[in-house]
């Protein structure tokens, strides 16, 4: 201790002899320049992007910048834009467009027949499982005529007022406990029926943010996520301001990597992410070893069950044991689960559980000074349809727990026979140990977008995956009708054979685009020719004949 003192004495004794002749006000700016200067450098050198990610992006604006690389990128995206419109002309061909209010109003009759027309436009056979997810239930006239004389009733009903609608605010509590209690949750879970899994997933996001502000004064939030998450995380991290570190994925698992999340922890973390199963693969995260994390150093946890909730709840009673993953694991203490998924609701409706009030509070947003009073919503929306909570609640009590526990057994075995098949073809591969229902297929041999543009002029429409490259196909109720997986398998088996005789080394047709926009490394260009994309989803014809104000 004598040594350190003596020490800690010639170290003082030399500063105040090197600064002696310094007046205060310079030790004052020198002092505040060094330690704005040292966390500068820490924020530039530990930002969640990598020092050579930034690098690469800078050097990319720079190179886009010169005249004739920018003519180049300007003409190649207005290429893309006129692919998409000649895209729409062909989709719409004949296509009558109503651009202008009617002057009179249209009968009843018209009105269906104008509906059903819209309604038929589309080249992928869904209805008989051409399509992979999408659409998750096997039409049932029963259920059917229910729901449309539920929604009949309940369209126009908001559960915003209590007062006037408590029975719409009544099924939604109800669906909520019923969902807490399949995925194991306590007397305090709870939670809010949203709009779909992303809004599920962006308010949880919010609930932890404002959580760790509440309670550990986090201010800068930062949430670690698996790269196989929902881009519904970055969804949440841009719309509410919050740092998202992505982590590394084992090449053969495709789970997440454990030792690479417990090192992107930090003091401002506010909730580390699970998927069970994730999107891309339909792989599972390691849910219990993230839980550990979450107690270790006191962090929320986020499972995401969006995709294959309604059938994880239900895979044990249909003789498919799972580890744990849910609210059975002490340190989750959220789940999104997508009940117009495998619940078979109808689109619109979804799921976001708490293990506690304490972090459901959280999620709330409530203003208290505005002139119209006082105002509280549980969610994004405020208004929200009463509509698609009554058919939540009617389709989980049309179906029951032994209805389920069916509905999965199908779909389960439907998936893993369809694994089982391809992983005999030799030229295939699959990723992982699928989960559930998605099963994701890769090639060594040739490139996959060649089998997914194969199969699509077979007639049926597949998922393309990036990073590696891959494609998938989601199981739903609809492949379980007979003939339809082994028409897949079928498929898939003489596609493969064909493109062997000639293997590509790049996508062609409708595939190209997909297999372009993966090897661009600037991103950015990526994601203007997306953003072009989205805007060719409100494509109307420019001229004014197509329209009908009668």
Same mark, same amino acid.
């Given at each position: 201790m004598n040594h350190f003192q003596s020490g800690l004495d010639t170290v003082k004794f030399c500063i105040n002899n090197k600064l002696s002749h310094r007046q205060p006000w310079e030790i004052v700016l020198m002092s505040s320049t060094t330690v704005l200067t040292v966390t500068w450098l820490w924020d530039f050198i530990f930002k969640d992007e990598s020092l050579y990610g930034r690098l690469q992006r800078f050097v990319f604006s720079m190179v886009k910048k010169i005249p004739a690389v920018r003519r180049k990128i300007e003409s190649e995206l207005e290429t893309m834009r006129t692919s998409f419109n000649d895209s729409n002309l062909k989709r719409f061909k004949g296509q009558t467009f109503i651009v202008e209010l009617p002057t009179e109003s249209k009968s009843p009759d018209e009105v269906l027949s104008m509906f059903y027309a819209n309604m038929k436009l589309g080249e992928y056979d869904w209805k008989n499982g051409f399509v992979s997810g999408t659409v998750y239930y096997k039409e049932n006239e029963d259920i059917m005529n229910t729901l449309t004389e539920i929604s009949r009733v309940s369209s126009y009903s908001n559960p915003l007022h209590i007062d006037v609608f408590p029975g719409v605010c009544k099924m939604e509590a109800e669906v909520i406990k019923m969902c807490t209690k399949l995925f194991h949750g306590g007397p305090k879970a709870c939670g809010s029926i949203t709009t779909g899994g992303t809004e599920s997933i962006m308010m949880a996001c919010k609930a932890y943010r404002d959580y760790g502000a509440a309670t550990h004064n986090i201010s800068r939030p930062h949430m670690v996520v698996p790269i196989t998450a929902h881009?519904?995380?970055?969804?949440?991290?841009? #719309?509410?301001?919050?740092?998202?570190?992505?982590?590394?994925?084992?090449?053969?698992?495709?789970?997440?990597?454990?030792?690479?999340?417990?090192?992107? *922890?930090?003091?401002?973390?506010?909730?580390?992410?699970?998927?069970?199963?994730?999107?891309?693969?339909?792989?599972?995260?390691?849910? $219990?070893? *993230? $839980?550990?994390?979450?107690?270790? #150093?006191?962090?929320?946890?986020?499972?995401?069950?969006?995709?294959?909730?309604?059938?994880?709840?239900?895979?044990?009673?249909?003789?498919?044991?799972?580890?744990?993953?849910?609210?059975?694991?002490?340190?989750?203490?959220?789940?999104?689960?997508?009940?117009?998924?495998?619940?078979?609701?109808?689109?619109?409706?979804?799921?976001?559980?708490?293990?506690?009030?304490?972090?459901?509070?959280?999620?709330?947003? +409530?203003?208290?000074? =505005?002139?119209?009073?006082?105002?509280?919503?549980?969610?994004?929306?405020?208004?929200?349809?009463?509509?698609?909570?009554?058919?939540? =609640?009617?389709?989980?009590?049309? #179906?029951?727990?032994?209805?389920?526990?069916?509905?999965?057994?199908?779909?389960?075995?439907?998936?893993? #026979?369809?694994?089982?098949?391809?992983?005999? *073809?030799?030229?295939?591969?699959?990723?992982?140990?699928?989960?559930?229902?998605?099963?994701?297929?890769?090639?060594?041999?040739?490139?996959?977008?060649?089998?997914?543009?194969?199969?699509?002029?077979?007639? =049926?429409?597949?998922?393309?995956?990036?990073?590696?490259?891959?494609?998938?196909?989601? +199981?739903?109720?609809?492949?379980?009708?007979?003939?339809?997986?082994?028409?897949?398998?079928?498929?898939?088996?003489?596609?493969?054979?064909?493109?062997?005789?000639?293997?590509?080394?790049?996508?062609?047709?409708?595939?190209?685009?997909?297999?372009?926009?993966?090897?661009?490394?600037?991103?950015?260009? +990526?994601?203007?020719?997306?953003?072009?994309?989205?805007?060719?989803?409100?494509?109307?014809?420019?001229?004014?004949?197509?329209?009908?104000?009668?």
């Open positions: 881009p519904a995380f970055d969804k949440a991290a841009s #719309y509410f301001r919050m740092r998202i570190k992505h982590v590394r994925c084992d090449p053969h698992t495709t789970a997440v990597d454990l030792r690479a999340m417990e090192r992107a *922890i930090t003091s401002n973390t506010c909730m580390l992410v699970a998927s069970a199963p994730n999107y891309p693969y339909g792989t599972c995260d390691d849910v $219990a070893a *993230i $839980a550990e994390l979450g107690l270790k #150093y006191n962090i929320p946890v986020h499972v995401d069950c969006c995709l294959g909730g309604f059938l994880t709840a239900f895979m044990p009673a249909a003789g498919f044991p799972l580890q744990p993953f849910d609210f059975a694991l002490p340190g989750v203490t959220s789940i999104s689960a997508d009940t117009h998924k495998y619940g078979f609701a109808p689109k619109g409706s979804s799921v976001v559980m708490y293990s506690d009030p304490k972090y459901h509070k959280h999620q709330f947003c +409530v203003t208290t000074e =505005w002139p119209g009073g006082v105002y509280g919503s549980p969610s994004v929306c405020g208004s929200r349809s009463g509509g698609t909570i009554a058919s939540c =609640w009617a389709v989980l009590m049309l #179906y029951g727990f032994d209805g389920y526990v069916k509905s999965t057994k199908r779909i389960i075995e439907t998936s893993r #026979y369809i694994e089982s098949e391809l992983r005999k *073809i030799d030229e295939i591969f699959i990723f992982g140990k699928p989960m559930t229902s998605v099963v994701a297929l890769g090639s060594n041999s040739f490139h996959i977008y060649s089998l997914s543009e194969s199969l699509s002029e077979k007639g =049926w429409n597949l998922n393309p995956l990036q990073f590696p490259v891959g494609v998938h196909l989601c +199981v739903t109720d609809m492949h379980t009708k007979e003939g339809i997986a082994d028409r897949f398998i079928t498929d898939v088996r003489e596609s493969v054979t064909e493109i062997m005789k000639n293997p590509p080394t790049k996508p062609m047709g409708k595939m190209a685009v997909y297999g372009m926009a993966q090897s661009i490394p600037d991103r950015s260009i +990526v994601d203007d020719a997306t953003r072009l994309f989205i805007s060719s989803m409100y494509y109307t014809p420019h001229n004014d004949t197509s329209h009908d104000n009668n």
